[in-house]
């Protein structure tokens, strides 16, 4: 045995080293799985091993700062910033080509809107708890007359993210977070989790699976949509979904892997079994028949309904419009989810071709309601990149009276865009279920980082509205943006580009707002301390 062990011992370690690339190559040459690797043995390793680190070679080496998608780094870092409390300044002027078609040009007034001293957005209120606040210009569900009335908080909020999609420990940062706050949070369709439990306002999503309100079979079940909306009263909308921009009529899987027993209760499915969400829903049939569950939901918890859907075809559009006009019934808000996509997976056709950008989808579905004088009754959501100033503001001159935001939150409490939310293997542990990726992330310092971007975001679109003219950015209009025509030195206003004029939202100052009965968010932990 010693004398074997010496002569291993004298061998160099560098002919080990040539050994192992000697089999390595035999290996490559005799498999036939690769033709890469078959005929250029050793070499084929490093084109596989380029490939597969090229996304983080680029976002971080070879990229610019305004040339990645879905977020650039640009955009990124000023939602880094912002939630730590950095410096999200730029100097020495915009590096964007403002004549680039498309860019959004925001016209300040030659005089802004100016504040009283007394002004809870005045910059020497800084420490008034509603500095940052900017409540809805419209009461959800008032048209028709529901019992729970509400009044969003904030303008900005969570878009629907599920836990399952999302970590445990992410949804709970969000959700202290929009606590802090005073912004809804949205469940996304996989239920109600605990995560969604810290003290936020709560949008239930109920998509296709009904998770948490259904039976055995998948079939909803009213009694517990009702008991839930009894017991949690932290709920206070309840949100229809058709599709998502996603993957707009496309059901969705939930791999029997991925199911554990926390999961499992929460949507209340089994174990060891693929959950496959149909694209369509079972609890009604058609547009009338939609309408007619809407409105039952509506009697039997008291609380605003409304539908969630990205927008292609027009007809079921028009006919919803026609019923509300018709019945008087219908929902009282609509979010419309732009085909940008967002943390839901989905395949690429669908990603890429199917469903309208936000700003064609939006202009597309309100013009339908405008036509029948059907905007001052309902409540207008948008959701689509629209976390970063200047893409909030443009919505809200388009008629946006809400705005969703799911990415940007998501980077908010630590994302890096690494775009892997598909695999479970997300680094950040947020777009995963992995235990100890998921043990990074610690909800006291991440809720304290969302809050931090929600209040600079805010402030960022309150000092724009202001040197635009206005105090409220429901008072933007669709001739306060242009949009860039490129080489041809021209710029277009959002009412030529899309051939409509924003109607007029009703508002009579901030201080109507923040004393009205309805609003949701902290209000009452805000005038316990004001």
């Known amino acids: 045995m010693e004398p074997a062990l010496h002569f291993l011992f004298s061998i160099p370690f560098w002919a080990y080293i040539l050994i192992l690339l000697v089999a390595l190559a035999l290996r490559d040459i005799l498999q036939k799985k690769h033709t890469i690797q078959h005929n250029f043995p050793l070499v084929g390793h490093f084109r596989y091993l380029i490939e597969k680190i090229g996304p983080e070679i680029r976002q971080y080496i070879v990229a610019n700062n305004r040339e990645e998608l879905p977020f650039n780094r640009r955009q990124r870092s000023w939602i880094y910033a912002s939630s ?249 808000f609509i979010t419309i989810d732009g085909g940008e996509g967002g943390t839901g997976a989905a395949p690429p056709s669908f990603a890429d071709h199917v469903s309208l950008p936000l700003v064609f989808a939006f202009s597309t579905v309100y013009k339908i309601f405008q036509k029948r004088n059907l905007t001052d009754k309902i409540t207008f959501i948008a959701s689509g990149k629209l976390g970063l100033p200047a893409q909030a503001v443009m919505a809200f001159s388009m008629g946006a009276d809400v705005i969703n935001v799911a990415r940007e939150a998501m980077m908010s409490i630590g994302c890096i865009q690494a775009q892997s939310c598909h695999t479970n293997r997300c680094p950040t542990g947020i777009a995963t279920n992995n235990k100890w990726l998921e043990a990074g992330i610690d909800p006291t310092l991440k809720s304290e980082r969302f809050k931090n971007y929600m209040q600079t975001l805010s402030k960022e679109i309150i000092e724009i509205t202001h040197a635009a003219g206005y105090e409220h950015p429901c008072q933007f209009g669709m001739s306060d943006v242009d949009i860039s025509m490129g080489d041809n030195n021209r710029t277009v206003p959002l009412a030529d580009n899309y051939g409509y004029l924003k109607s007029i939202v009703p508002y009579s100052g901030i201080d109507s707002l923040l004393d009205c009965s309805h609003l949701g968010g902290n209000k009452t932990r805000v005038k316990a301390s004001a």
């Open 84 to 332: 730590k409390k950095e410096n999200n300044y730029q100097g020495f002027g915009t590096d964007q080509n403002m004549q680039e078609p498309g860019y959004v040009l925001i016209k300040p007034a030659m005089l802004p809107y100016q504040l009283p001293a007394s002004h809870p957005h005045h910059v020497s209120q800084g420490k008034d708890p509603n500095h940052y606040t900017i409540p809805s210009a419209k009461v959800i569900g008032e048209h028709h007359n529901r019992k729970r009335l509400y009044r969003p908080h904030s303008v900005i909020n969570v878009s629907a993210m599920s836990f399952g999609s999302l970590s445990a420990r992410a949804i709970e940062s969000l959700n202290k977070g929009s606590f802090q706050f005073g912004n809804y949070h949205n469940t996304g369709e996989g239920g109600l989790s605990p995560y969604h439990q810290y003290g936020a306002d709560v949008v239930f999503n109920m998509g296709t699976s009904y998770f948490g309100v259904r039976d055995d079979d998948g079939n909803f079940v009213m009694e517990k949509l009702v008991r839930m909306t009894e017991t949690k009263p932290f709920v206070r909308l309840i949100e229809l979904k058709l599709s998502q921009g996603a993957k707009p009529g496309k059901g969705g899987v939930l791999p029997a892997s991925k199911i554990t027993e926390e999961i499992a209760e929460i949507r209340q499915v089994p174990m060891g079994k693929d959950i496959v969400s149909p694209p369509y829903h079972s609890a009604f049939s058609g547009v009338r028949g939609m309408v007619d569950f809407i409105e039952q939901m509506a009697e039997q918890t008291g609380l605003p309904i409304g539908i969630k859907s990205a927008v292609g075809k027009t007809d079921m559009w028009e006919e919803l419009a026609d019923i509300m006009v018709e019945t008087g019934k219908g929902p009282d």
